[in-house]
């Protein structure tokens, strides 16, 4: 069982170091438009195993460089999204029935609004986003489920012995969120952060197909879609291999939230 549950987790480190590396590994200039007219939108070939743009830009090159800028953005986003919300979800557990219910109140309103929506008002309200900002908004907008995960984990480890005597000597409430609440709190926020980044993951790739995240020349997943220009027929390989990258990304990160709960089942 233990092999298996760490074989996502492995699959996962390696595309990690692949994103990482990929600006180092990357065979041509993801950037480079060395002949537009005879190297454009060429099909996979040994030259090109991912075949060209309509540039004539090499597009496992792209995909490579672009694993760096479209998991960075979800990484971010996945930790401004843990950040908030676990401040938020023990924040609400242990300050008290009228703080918890207006915390969760606002939490149920936010999530009945759909994220995509909030992005696109975000969007239009801020104009065309840096990496940095289409980051930072897609983790403003993605605390929601960790809060409600931290919350409810707090409430039951509020019940423990351990918490209790704490509270029971007077121990603060900011020392006993560090030292007792957090530390059994990570295996949740852990649980919440592969969660959200298999939703940060598409987000991104989404905005960024609509023309409304990343914009030329850097290269994301969800762009090199973009350029296939409505031909998907025709230039297959610029939806196939995005695609495919987005879909592992998300099916590893989902994988391991699956196997780590499951092995938390299994001890408890």
């Not at 009228?98 to 801020?126: C, G, K, N, Y």
């Not at 007077?170 to 592969?194: C, D, E, N, Y």
């Amino acid at each position: 069982m233990r092999r298996r549950s760490t074989a996502p987790l492995l699959a996962f480190a390696a595309l990690a170091l692949l994103a990482i590396a990929g600006p180092y590994l990357a065979p041509y200039d993801p950037l480079a438009t060395p002949d537009p007219v005879a190297l454009a939108s060429l099909p996979p070939s040994w030259a090109h195993p991912f075949g060209t743009d309509p540039l004539s830009r090499d597009v496992f090159s792209r995909m490579l460089v672009g694993a760096r800028l479209s998991l960075g953005i979800a990484a971010i986003a996945v930790l401004v999204s843990v950040l908030l919300g676990t401040a938020i979800g023990t924040t609400a557990a242990i300050a008290g029935r009228w703080t918890d219910a207006l915390l969760m109140r606002i939490t149920d309103a936010v999530m009945a609004v759909p994220r995509l929506l909030l992005l696109l008002t975000a969007v239009a309200a801020l104009g065309q986003l840096t990496p940095l900002t289409l980051a930072l908004m897609l983790g403003a907008t993605g605390w929601m489920t960790t809060a409600r995960l931290v919350r409810h984990e707090t409430h039951r480890l509020l019940g423990g012995d351990a918490v209790r005597g704490a509270r029971a000597l007077g121990v603060p409430s900011l020392r006993l969120v560090r030292v007792h609440l957090l530390p059994a709190l990570l295996p949740t926020i852990g649980v919440a952060a592969t969660v959200a980044l298999a939703s940060a993951v598409p987000l991104e790739a989404g905005l960024s197909f609509l023309g409304l995240g990343v914009g030329p020349p850097n290269p994301s997943w969800g762009n090199i879609i973009l350029e296939a220009e409505g031909r998907i027929v025709g230039r297959w390989w610029l939806v196939l291999f995005p695609t495919l990258a987005i879909v592992t990304t998300v099916l590893l990160a989902n994988l391991i939230a699956e196997r780590y709960t499951a092995g938390r089942d299994d001890r408890a």
